[in-house]
């Protein structure tokens, strides 16, 4: 028995999320589909972060044994054979039964790219989230600093959301205009169901000037998910990576071409 670990991206518009679902329309229905056929039988798998239906992934991170000796080519141009074309394995690799894809990531990050236009995009439709009036980057950035460091995140957790606690890490929150795009960029030791969707809500509203930026410190410290903004559309939000101890020897996200307007997505 040999584990693999296998770095995965995808276009999650099409899909009800990551999660295996009775309906069998999820990635983790078409990957472990096509793992089986070049394993042989069927083969479970495990994410480093599960991510909702609509969100997309740059660097997930996936893990799971096999009996099955194959070339790593197997495990990648093999299985990208039988996935749909919004689904891509990047690399494969054997790893020690000691790693695993979820425990020994050591920090996860998000990415969310927003079209700031009073035009909805057309091409990027479902790769972008867009808000139509101007927004202030400088008060949202402002904002953001506080999130930095551990912190209560309750109220910008969904209310289905099933983690043990919503004391989580925040490392980094970053807010850039990058032509009509503002790109929030997000790294943490875990994040809660809905937080980033939930937190660029929050921003947008401290961007548009409902609420200055202390605001944002005010709900935190409440720990009140009703005082909060919406959850913000999942169109423009990437699973863009996982960072793990150097001892895994696993690649890092690859780089990807995508249309001019989010060219940097993969900075």
């Known amino acids: 028995m040999v584990r693999i670990a296998l770095g995965v991206e995808y276009d999650g518009a099409a899909f009800a999320g990551w999660q295996s679902q009775p309906h069998g329309n999820t990635v983790q229905d078409v990957l472990e589909r096509a793992l089986a056929a070049i394993g042989g039988r069927?083969?479970?798998?495990?994410?480093?972060?599960?991510?909702?239906?609509?969100?997309?992934?740059?660097?997930?991170?996936?893990?799971?044994d096999t009996d099955a000796r194959r070339p790593e080519s197997a495990w990648v141009r093999g299985v990208n054979a039988h996935l749909p074309p919004t689904v891509a394995v990047c690399w494969s690799r054997e790893v020690d039964a000691e790693f695993h894809a979820r425990f020994a990531a050591r920090s996860r990050s998000y990415r969310y790219v927003l079209l700031n236009r009073s035009v909805r995009p057309a091409l990027l439709h479902g790769r972008v989230g867009w808000y139509h009036h101007p927004l202030d980057v400088a008060a949202m950035r402002s904002a953001a600093a506080c999130l930095i460091g551990e912190h209560d995140f309750s109220a910008f957790r969904a209310a289905e959301c099933q983690a043990k606690t919503p004391v989580k890490?925040?490392?980094?929150?970053?807010?850039?205009?990058?032509?009509?795009?503002?790109?929030?960029?997000?790294?943490?030791?875990?994040?809660?169901?809905?937080?980033?969707?939930?937190?660029?809500?929050?921003?947008v509203y401290i961007g548009r000037g409902k609420h200055p930026p202390q605001w944002l410190a005010e709900l935190l410290a409440a720990r009140d998910r009703k005082r909060a903004a919406p959850t913000f559309d999942a169109a423009g939000l990437y699973f863009a990576g996982v960072d793990y101890d150097a001892r895994w020897q696993l690649p890092a996200a690859g780089r990807i071409i995508l249309p001019p307007a989010v060219s940097r997505l993969d900075r």
């Open 42 to 64: 069927p083969l479970r798998v495990v994410c480093a972060g599960r991510t909702d239906a609509g969100v997309h992934a740059l660097g997930q991170v996936v893990h799971f």
């Open 169 to 203: 890490h925040l490392y980094r929150a970053d807010i850039e205009r990058q032509g009509d795009n503002i790109v929030f960029d997000f790294q943490a030791n875990a994040f809660l169901h809905h937080m980033i969707r939930n937190l660029v809500g929050s921003l």
